[in-house]
Each structure stands twice: as C-alpha cells, then as structure tokens.
C-alpha cells in the first residue's frame, strides 16, 4: 500500500508538471574519438591562450587539416579536444569502426548531440503512452531516488471515474560491479554549448545479465544517476545462467544545456561521485 500510495503521487507529480521534455538523439555519421593518454597525437591546451581563440579551436593552436592528414583520417575533424585527448569528427560507420580497432584510441562513441528542449514526446521509453485504453507510465521518481518506480500501468474505471493501477515494478539502486581502474570517467567538449558524458566501465557477473534503464535527474546542482541491470533469462528457463565476468562501457550523456555556469556534482548508483565547472552559461 505504502508503495502504491508513492507511486500515485509520482505519477501525478510526473504527469502534471511536464511541460517541455529533454530529448537526445545521435548524430548522424558524428563521433567523438578519444585517444590513449600515451598516443601523443593531441597538442596540450595552452593556458595563456585560454579565452582568445574562436569556440571551437584548440588553444594549442593545432590544425585540424594537418591532424586529419596526420592520422591518415578518411573524415572530417569538426573539433579538436585538447582537453580529453580527443576529436569530434565527421565520418561514417565503416571509418568509425576502423578507429576502434586502432590500439591509440581508447573510445570510439556516436556523438549524442545537444539535448534540447522539445515540447512533443519523441521518446515513447521515455514519456507517458496512451494506447488501447491503457496508460503506461516508464519511470516515475521519488525523494529517494531517479526511476524508483518503472513500468506503471493504468486502467481507466468508469464505474468509479478514475484510473486503477495494475502492474508496475520496483527498481532500487543495485550495487554495480565497476572496473576499479577506470570507473566513471568524467568527458567535457570545449564546444559551445558544452557537451558533458559520463563514461562508465563495469562488468556483469553473469551471462543472464544486461544493462536495463538508466534514470538520471538534476537536483540542486547535482545529476544522480542510476544505472539498473536486469537478468535477460528466459521465462520457460530454456536458458541458464553462467559465472562469465563480462566486462561493459557505457557513455551516458547529462543534459547540461540552458545550465547556468557553475560547479555540478553528480553521483553514479549512490556509490561514485565527483564534479565538473560549466565556466560559462551553457546555451547559445
């Protein structure tokens, strides 16, 4: 009871204060390369350069024609990320998988774009969906924690003219495992607007299990995230599970635009924290 009332208060807090909704979608034929600290193909940024040159130009003054020539590049350098050793570049996929074989590149990721404010629900894993008399609701959150409840299913009741819960699943912050060496890497473009990720390396501890929702919500100046892992083992049992350590990288992007400039914490399952300074108002 005590679950439900929470989940009835979520939804409608959820439900009627949206307003504008954050969608994030990749950019086609864009990715982001970052390459090994030991590669030494990205010029150091140069402090005394800082605030002088264009958005969008490395303070280093390295070229972008004579990098892509460097690197035998069959793509477009949009960006040079002095800062994280990388590149935003135009290519396709065929060229993208080509750098992620390469041994100087330590990520190859489709760049997720800019998150911006929409006012329709792209989204349908994402938003409130209507559909053959049934409403269902992805996540709802509490004081507690982002995306504590998923899944929320609605029936409308005519007899008592009101909406009768039926199905919803509860989804606590779980305990994952992380790479001790790596784990959560803080990724900041100098572009402008910024562009903030969050790369996490993990492993699973067996061959059921999978990544599952990944909720992340801003409150005060602090984005929690959490990340769920589910088991993907059949239901009829045809399939068991096996003790594989098998190891995961996921980039998670925060939706930092329209962010006033300022210090932002953020938090992975409770369990990882640390910080980021948006150095300027982060909108065009």
């Given at each position: 009871m005590y679950l439900l009332k929470n989940f009835l208060i979520g939804f409608s807090v959820l439900f009627f204060s949206m307003g504008f909704a954050f969608s994030q979608e990749a950019v086609k034929d864009t990715y982001i390369i970052l390459f090994q600290e030991n590669a030494g193909l990205i010029d150091p940024p140069n402090p005394e350069n800082a605030g002088k040159v264009p958005v969008g130009q490395p303070t280093s003054g390295q070229s972008k024609e004579e990098l892509t020539a460097t690197l035998g590049?069959?793509?477009?350098?949009?960006?040079?990320?002095?800062?994280?050793?990388?590149?935003?570049?135009?290519?396709?996929?065929?060229?993208?998988?080509?750098?992620?074989?390469?041994?100087?590149?330590?990520?190859?990721?489709?760049?997720?774009?800019?998150?911006?404010?929409?006012?329709?629900?792209?989204?349908?894993?994402?938003?409130?969906?209507?559909?053959?008399?049934?409403?269902?609701?992805?996540?709802?959150?509490?004081?507690?924690?982002?995306?504590?409840?998923?899944?929320?299913?609605?029936?409308y009741d005519a007899s008592i003219d009101a909406w009768r819960l039926q199905n919803y699943q509860v989804a606590p912050v779980t305990d994952i495992f992380l790479v001790e060496s790596n784990k959560v890497e803080l990724i900041i473009s100098e572009t402008l607007p910024t562009q903030v990720f969050l790369k996490v390396n993990g492993s699973f501890a067996d061959s059921c299990q999978k990544l599952g929702r990944i909720n992340h919500r801003l409150q005060d100046n602090r984005f929690e995230v959490v990340i769920s892992i589910v088991s993907s083992v059949p239901d009829d049992g045809s399939q068991g599970c096996f003790p594989v350590v098998t190891p995961f990288e996921k980039v998670i992007p925060l939706p930092v635009y329209g962010l006033s400039a300022g210090i932002y914490n953020y938090m992975v399952n409770s369990k990882i924290t640390g910080n980021f300074e948006l150095k300027n108002d982060n909108n065009l």
């Amino acid at each position: 009871m005590y679950l439900l009332k929470n989940f009835l208060i979520g939804f409608s807090v959820l439900f009627f204060s949206m307003g504008f909704a954050f969608s994030q979608e990749a950019v086609k034929d864009t990715y982001i390369i970052l390459f090994q600290e030991n590669a030494g193909l990205i010029d150091p940024p140069n402090p005394e350069n800082a605030g002088k040159v264009p958005v969008g130009q490395p303070t280093s003054g390295q070229s972008k024609e004579e990098l892509t020539a460097t690197l035998g590049l069959n793509g477009e350098i949009i960006t040079i990320l002095e800062v994280n050793n990388g590149i935003i570049v135009r290519m396709n996929e065929q060229e993208a998988q080509k750098w992620r074989n390469d041994g100087r590149v330590k990520l190859v990721e489709q760049d997720s774009g800019m998150a911006t404010f929409d006012a329709t629900f792209e989204n349908q894993d994402e938003y409130p969906v209507y559909r053959n008399g049934a409403l269902t609701v992805p996540r709802v959150d509490t004081d507690e924690q982002a995306g504590l409840f998923q899944g929320g299913v609605f029936q409308y009741d005519a007899s008592i003219d009101a909406w009768r819960l039926q199905n919803y699943q509860v989804a606590p912050v779980t305990d994952i495992f992380l790479v001790e060496s790596n784990k959560v890497e803080l990724i900041i473009s100098e572009t402008l607007p910024t562009q903030v990720f969050l790369k996490v390396n993990g492993s699973f501890a067996d061959s059921c299990q999978k990544l599952g929702r990944i909720n992340h919500r801003l409150q005060d100046n602090r984005f929690e995230v959490v990340i769920s892992i589910v088991s993907s083992v059949p239901d009829d049992g045809s399939q068991g599970c096996f003790p594989v350590v098998t190891p995961f990288e996921k980039v998670i992007p925060l939706p930092v635009y329209g962010l006033s400039a300022g210090i932002y914490n953020y938090m992975v399952n409770s369990k990882i924290t640390g910080n980021f300074e948006l150095k300027n108002d982060n909108n065009l």
